[in-house]
């Protein structure tokens, strides 16, 4: 998974009826965009994310 600082990420529940927790990326701290990711969630929190199948990045849209 490589990713940049401003991307959006998410996280999908992980039990029924659980929902998806939402983001977006502040910090990569892994070399060429790899993890761990500092990630400020939408609810204003903010952690230290090793993202597991469960994660979803949406890339910025490429200006070509």
Not at 50 to 63: K, Q
């Amino acid at each position: 998974m490589h990713t940049t600082a401003g991307e959006r990420i998410i996280i999908r529940g992980q039990t029924v009826g659980a929902p998806d927790r939402h983001g977006q990326i502040i910090e990569v701290r892994g070399d060429e965009g790899k993890p761990p990711y500092v990630v400020r969630f939408d609810d204003g929190h903010e952690s230290l994310v090793y993202p597991g199948p469960d994660c979803v990045i949406e890339h910025a849209p490429r200006a070509d």
